[in-house]
Each structure stands twice: as C-alpha cells, then as structure tokens.
C-alpha cells in the first residue's frame, strides 16, 4: 500500500524568508502528487499536482514543487513566504484509475513569524 | 468559482444516534468521495462514489456507514449509530469525469462531536 511521510510536524519561518516542506512518499510505481493546504476553519485547497512531465510545478500562491523519483519526494517550496501562508500543508498521493483515492501525509502546520 | 459545500458545518450528537452529513458536489463533477480526519492524525479515505454506487471503500467504512446520492445534487453521508470513535472533522471530495488527471476539490468539512 501507499503511504506518505512528512517528517516536519511544524515549521518556523520569518516573513520573507524561504519555505521548504518535505514530503516523501512509498509506492511501486510514479504516483500522481498534490500539495493541499489548510487554513483555519476552510476546507482542502489545492496548490499543485504532478501527473506526469515536468518535475517541476508551479501552484497557485507562488508554490512550487519538484518531484525527485530517486529520492521518492515531492518537496513543496516557496521563495518568500508571507504571513498568510500561515496554515498547515498536507502532502498527497494518488494512483490514478477510476476510483483515484488519495493518502495523506500528517501535515505539516508552518508558523510565519513577523 | 464553483465550490463544495458541506451542511452542517458543525454537528453533536449522543453516542447511538444517528447522524446524515450532507454535502453538495460540484455540478458538473461524477465521482464523489468522503474522507475524515481524527483530531491530530492524517486525512484518512473513507469511500468513493461514481454511477450511483461505491466505487472503493476502506476498512473504515464498515457497515455502520453509508453513502447515498438522494437527488441531483446532495452526496450524503449517513453514519446509523455513531460511537465515541466516529468524533472527527469529515470531508466530502467531487472530481470531475474527463480523465484519470482530474483533481479532487475538497469542502470545508463538518465536525461531528459525540458523546
């Protein structure tokens, strides 16, 4: 079965500064891969997602991730991080075919500081 | 642009009862999906839904647990007599029918306390 790790529970940043959430994830093949985030009281909103080509993909909000097979992640970046980027960030993966369920990492919660 | 939107967006209820959590879909979308999250731990799949009936459904979704789409429009969750356990913020999911690449676009969620 499938399963995705984020390793980083929660995450400081400075305003300004630049954001790396790690996810890594364990399955046979090249799954699909999303990016969600989660702000207080909303629902899943998603950022990116990689199906298949480029590995790296740009999102809504000024997000970014690469998928690095070797590596088996599909790290989330952003170069600047605002104060409204405060959120928790979860990681996905999917396998495609008509169903298409997704499994979830634990979420990341990222803190901005001011 | 279009949304999910899920009623109610709170809900209590005594342990035994029974609870329907409903949710309206995108229009256009055919497969639907519910999904929960237990305070603190991951978003968990619950049970997938496409042409009126379930398409794949997890260990989770055992026989306490039903989904139905009543009209056009409502996907439902109905939970027959809920436990202490069944406490947790629920998701309901819509991905529109073109293709295997379509996304999922979440709702905001309804928690659901029991005691």
């Known amino acids: 079965a499938q399963s995705v790790t984020q390793p980083d529970i929660h995450i400081t940043v400075s305003e300004g500064a630049s954001l790396e959430l790690r996810c890594n994830y364990s399955y046979g093949a090249t799954p699909y891969l999303f990016w969600y985030v989660q702000s207080p009281g909303q629902g899943l909103q998603l950022l990116l997602k990689?199906?298949?080509?480029?590995?790296l993909v740009q999102g809504i909000k000024g997000f970014e991730a690469e998928f690095k097979r070797s590596q088996s992640s599909f790290n989330l970046r952003k170069p600047s991080v605002h104060w409204s980027d405060a959120a928790e960030y979860f990681c996905a993966v999917g396998l495609g075919g008509g169903g298409n369920k997704l499994t979830f990492g634990t979420g990341t919660q990222l803190k901005v500081e001011l | 642009e279009p949304e999910v939107t899920q009623t109610p967006s709170h809900q209590v209820t005594q342990m035994g009862q029974e609870v329907i959590l409903r949710c309206v879909p995108i229009?256009?979308?055919?497969?639907f999906y519910w999904y929960r999250q237990i305070l603190g731990q991951k978003v968990e799949f619950l049970v997938s839904f496409y042409n009126n009936e379930i398409s794949e459904k997890s260990e989770i979704f055992d026989d306490q647990f039903s989904v139905e789409r009543p009209d056009g429009s409502n996907f439902t969750l109905k939970i027959r007599s809920t436990k202490l356990e069944d406490s947790a913020m629920y998701f309901c999911?819509?991905?529109?029918?073109?293709?295997?690449?379509?996304?999922?676009?979440f709702g905001p969620g309804t928690r659901l306390l029991v005691l």
């Open positions: 229009s256009n979308h055919l497969y």
């Open positions: 999911a819509s991905r529109g029918g073109t293709g295997k690449y379509e996304t999922q676009y």
């Open positions: 990689y199906f298949s080509g480029d590995t």
